[in-house]
């Protein structure tokens, strides 16, 4: 009986996860979300390539004429991706730089200072619950709300688009058998 439940457990799992992963891929939007105080965008890419997504931020963020922040931290490597995500950027005419920081660092001065004339704010994939868990309650994220209340443009793949959601899903338990 144990081993039926596990079973059945994991093809649900398994199936949420394929669902979850077409929407995911599939989801790409921009938009203006004006609630009569906001005149920001938000750009969002599901997961896979991201060039579509990033390409928009770039003119939504003023083109050539805009300073976007990369933000890597939820990826495993931000020290790595950092720089791999403003070349991205900076090979399409456009100021770039990135912040990584540990847990309980995003409001030192030298971080918020990074946030300065920015015009567009850049997540990369990778925890959602990392830039969840380490934004929540910041400075650092009541600025980055600030600019896209005042026409800024916040966006993201995969996690880094996962975590602008009201309700977000984590990561899921992996189910093993024994």
Not at 156 to 163: E, F
Request: charged share 20%; with cysteine.
């Amino acid at each position: 009986m144990e081993k039926a439940i596990k079973t059945c457990t994991r093809s649900l799992l398994r199936n949420f996860a394929v669902i979850i992963g077409i929407g995911l891929v599939c989801a790409f939007t921009y938009g203006n979300y004006d609630n009569g105080t906001t005149t920001g965008y938000l750009v969002m890419n599901g997961g896979g390539g991201h060039a579509t997504a990033r390409d928009k931020l770039i003119e939504l963020a003023g083109g050539s004429q805009g300073k976007v922040l990369v933000v890597p931290f939820a990826a495993d490597d931000p020290e790595k991706q950092g720089p791999i995500r403003v070349k991205e950027f900076t090979d399409r005419g456009v100021s770039a730089d990135y912040v990584a920081f540990g847990r309980g660092e995003a409001d030192l001065p030298e971080n918020l200072r990074k946030l300065d004339g920015v015009t567009g704010v850049w997540f990369s994939g990778g925890s959602q619950s990392k830039l969840r868990n380490w934004l929540h309650g910041t400075v650092f994220l009541e600025r980055i709300k600030e600019l896209y209340r005042n026409g800024g443009v916040i966006g993201g793949y995969s996690a880094g688009a996962a975590v602008m959601s009201e309700i977000m899903i984590p990561r899921p338990p992996i189910v093993t058998e024994h």
